[in-house]
């Protein structure tokens, strides 16, 4: 149990640069990325008791990949949301994918697949499981901007009297523990491409040099054990 660690986000990367050390196809990364992923969120739920796993699986800006790789991962993910479906049901985790599911780039398989996930465990509480999915943070601020502009247009918001809460009310995360507590890039990079950047206002980072496809319960219980011994403060003062 980690107390204090209510949402941890991760940057899962590295999958190519693991299959080009062993000379295999970038696929081959993704697909051992993606078997990945459920040993991860498992200790997170279960060793760990933490409330809200966030995976950053596709970026706005992974549209700029080889249309091939693209429509790997798409497939990947399908297949791991489909044969994942009733572990989240058992464990009662919500999945909620943030992103712009509607764009037409999206397979129609990919897409349905997700939205059944979603409808099948919306009444899920114990845990959320957050996809980020064709998910962009400057897009996210953008978009919840204008649902609050068109809100005050309409003269049901008064533009003066908008709050944090109504802001987060509008973003992807709805609001719903919004804060990220800690968030990990895997890989060796050492910056947040555009993710969650209205959530990590005071997440604590961590960077490892792990690929996303070697980081198992072992890396996560590393990661874990440094957050433990940060000091957040929170603009306070704490001995
Ligand atoms: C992360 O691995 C997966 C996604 C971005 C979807 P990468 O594919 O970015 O792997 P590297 O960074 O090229 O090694
Ligand atoms: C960020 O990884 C996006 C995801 C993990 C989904 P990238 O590998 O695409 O990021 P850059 O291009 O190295 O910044
Ligand atoms: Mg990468």
Not at 37 to 60: D, M, N, R
Not at 111 to 140: D, P, W
Request: charged share 30%; with cysteine; proline share 2%.
């Amino acid at each position: 149990m980690s107390e204090n660690l209510r949402h941890i986000a991760f940057i899962m990367d590295g999958n190519g640069r693991w299959a080009k050390k062993r000379l295999l196809p970038r696929s081959m990364g993704h697909r051992a990325g993606v078997k990945r992923i459920k040993e991860v969120i498992t200790a997170c739920f279960e060793e760990y008791g933490i409330h809200t796993v966030s995976l950053y699986c596709f970026s706005t800006e992974n549209w700029n990949r080889p249309q091939d790789e693209v429509k790997t991962l798409f497939r990947l993910l399908k297949t791991f949301f489909e044969e994942e479906i009733e572990y989240f049901r058992k464990k009662d985790v919500r999945i909620n994918v943030l992103g712009f599911l509607e764009d037409e780039r999206i397979p129609e398989d990919t897409r349905g697949t997700i939205v059944k996930a979603m409808a099948e465990t919306k009444e899920c509480q114990s845990h959320v499981f957050n996809v980020l999915f064709n998910y962009g943070g400057r897009q996210e601020i953008l978009s919840a901007a204008k649902s609050l502009a068109r809100k005050a247009k309409e003269g049901v918001l008064d533009p003066d009297s908008i709050t944090e809460k109504d802001f987060e009310a509008a973003l992807f995360t709805h609001g719903e523990d919004c804060n990220v507590d800690l968030l990990v890039r895997t890989s060796g990079e050492e910056r947040l491409s555009n993710c969650l950047l209205y959530q990590i206002a005071y997440a604590e980072f961590l960077f490892t040099d792990t690929y996303w496809p070697d980081f198992d319960r072992k890396e996560l219980a590393k990661c874990i054990d440094i957050y433990n011994h940060r000091n957040r403060r929170f603009g306070a003062i704490k001995e």
